[in-house]
């Protein structure tokens, strides 16, 4: 019988903080693999222009960005398993058993760096017209609408850098807020407000979809007053947060109300050799540059582990 492959770490999520984190377990020569359910680069691969990662004072494009860090985990010797879906992890006499779909994985420590998904409105239209005008990435689909009119729901970064972007291909772009300011940052903001393509409607939501075929129009509710507008659109584009992939971590490790993976300042959670990093982690702040250096330190805490594992 073949002796089972038994990895120091394995890191669970090919984005920026999963990839971090692998530079610096490979680097260690950690025997270390990186599980991707898709491919490696996360949610920042598909972000058309990324201004506030430090080291590149003319900005960079999500892809580049992801394929420079997946090059240098490449380079010290990850082993990297893409359209692998972790459904499970087992403790297990100190080791961890990770289960996915077709293969199992043992590793001494595991880091988890699953990210999100979008959070979706919950209206049934919206399900009803995903990829036939309904969109929740703007640098995959917004090329397909030039001269169009344009919806995007939300307030926030995403919302309002993806507004911006969309502008380079439709005739106008409606953010719809459902408060009476945005929280993005003020210099996206200004951005937005100076952008002659760019309105806002302020205390609504997108209450209804509709069309035929193709998404045709939307129902636009206000908060305060319950007043219903119809516009004619041809895109909806829909950033109002994410929502943590922990589903198969719940029962094994600690998670807020929201479902994020709950840690100390090490990444460290409830279950000694089990680190999470990035945006599945319950914290304040969601950035890659912060998404990297949870990454890197995980990647020292489940070196530490290790090294007392031993002892």
């Known amino acids: 019988?073949?002796?089972?492959?038994?990895?120091?770490?394995?890191?669970?999520?090919?984005?920026?903080a999963g990839l971090a984190a692998a530079v610096y377990t490979a680097r260690e020569t950690l025997g270390t693999i990186l599980l991707e359910k898709s491919l490696t680069g996360g949610i920042p691969a598909i972000v058309d222009q990324i201004e506030n990662y430090p080291g590149f004072p003319e900005g960079i494009t999500g892809m580049e960005l992801?394929?420079?860090?997946?090059?240098?985990?490449?380079?010290?010797?990850?082993?990297?398993?893409?359209?692998e879906d972790v459904g499970k992890i087992l403790p297990?006499?100190?080791?961890?058993?990770?289960?996915?779909?077709?293969?199992?994985?043992?590793?001494?420590?595991?880091?988890?760096a699953t990210g999100g998904e979008p959070r979706k409105l919950g209206i049934p239209s919206e399900q009803e017209f995903i990829g036939r005008g309904v969109s929740y990435c703007a640098t995959c689909d917004g090329p397909l609408y030039r001269d169009a009119e344009l919806i995007v729901v939300g307030g926030g970064n995403a919302a309002v850098q993806e507004s911006l972007y969309l502008t380079k291909f439709a005739k106008r772009v409606t953010i719809i807020h459902r408060r009476d300011k945005l929280r993005a940052q003020p210099i996206l903001q200004e951005r937005a407000f100076k952008n002659d393509k760019i309105r806002i409607i302020w205390d609504s939501?997108?209450?209804?979809?509709?069309?035929?075929?193709?998404?045709?129009?939307?129902?636009?509710?206000?908060?305060?007053?319950?007043?219903?507008?119809?516009?004619?659109?041809?895109?909806?584009?829909?950033?109002?947060?994410?929502?943590?992939?922990?589903?198969?971590?719940?029962?094994?490790?600690?998670?807020?109300?929201?479902?994020?993976?709950?840690?100390?300042?090490?990444?460290?959670?409830?279950?000694?050799?089990?680190?999470?990093?990035?945006?599945?982690?319950?914290?304040?702040?969601?950035?890659?540059?912060?998404?990297?250096?949870d990454g890197a330190i995980g990647a020292l805490t489940a070196s530490r582990y290790l090294e007392e594992l031993h002892k």
């Open 205 to 293: 939501v997108v209450s209804n979809i509709f069309g035929s075929n193709q998404v045709e129009g939307v129902e636009v509710r206000n908060v305060q007053t319950g007043e219903k507008v119809s516009l004619a659109v041809e895109g909806v584009f829909i950033f109002i947060g994410w929502v943590p992939n922990t589903g198969f971590v719940r029962g094994l490790v600690n998670l807020d109300s929201e479902g994020h993976i709950i840690t100390d300042a090490d990444m460290q959670t409830n279950i000694p050799g089990i680190i999470a990093v990035g945006d599945v982690r319950s914290k304040p702040f969601r950035q890659i540059a912060n998404a990297v250096g």
């Open 1 to 16: 019988m073949a002796k089972e492959k038994v990895y120091d770490v394995a890191i669970i999520g090919g984005g920026p």
């Open 92 to 112: 297990a006499r100190k080791r961890f058993k990770l289960i996915t779909e077709n293969n199992r994985y043992t590793a001494k420590a595991v880091i988890i």
């Open 66 to 83: 992801m394929q420079k860090i997946r090059a240098q985990a490449d380079r010290f010797g990850t082993i990297v398993s893409e359209f």
